[in-house]
């Protein structure tokens, strides 16, 4: 069993700055890449920020030089820096892990439960 678990979430007025923190536990034997999505209300899931396990990242265009991505020491941790939030950012962010468990050949993709992110005006 793999678990994705965020925190980080809440409310910040434009202008502010948010981390996100996203930890995947279980049977993993090697993740490929980490990232974030987000869907806001009435919209589809998009990506925000991804990083490989050679650390390549990839932004929207939306969010470079705004957010940065990272891996932790531990790298099946990731976090999400995000400054000068605007009210557009409002979304619930999800983790996604590209991952192989020890029981398994392939590498799926796994997700978070998601953390709301709320930006003010």
């Known amino acids: 069993q793999v678990q994705l678990v965020e925190s980080g979430g809440g409310l910040v007025q434009a202008g502010g700055s948010l981390r996100l923190s996203c930890a995947a536990s279980g049977s993993i034997s090697s993740i490929n890449r980490m990232g974030w999505y987000r869907q806001a209300p009435g919209k589809q899931r998009e990506l925000v920020a991804t990083i490989t396990s050679g650390g390549s990242t990839n932004y929207a265009d939306s969010v470079k030089g705004r957010f940065t991505i990272s891996r932790g020491n531990a790298k099946n941790t990731v976090f999400l820096q995000m400054n000068s939030l605007k009210p557009e950012d409002t979304a619930v962010y999800y983790c996604?892990?590209?991952?192989?468990?020890?029981?398994?050949?392939?590498?799926?993709?796994?997700w978070g439960q998601g953390t709301l992110v709320t930006v003010s005006s």
């Open positions: 996604n892990a590209n991952l192989r468990r020890t029981t398994s050949s392939w590498y799926l993709d796994y």
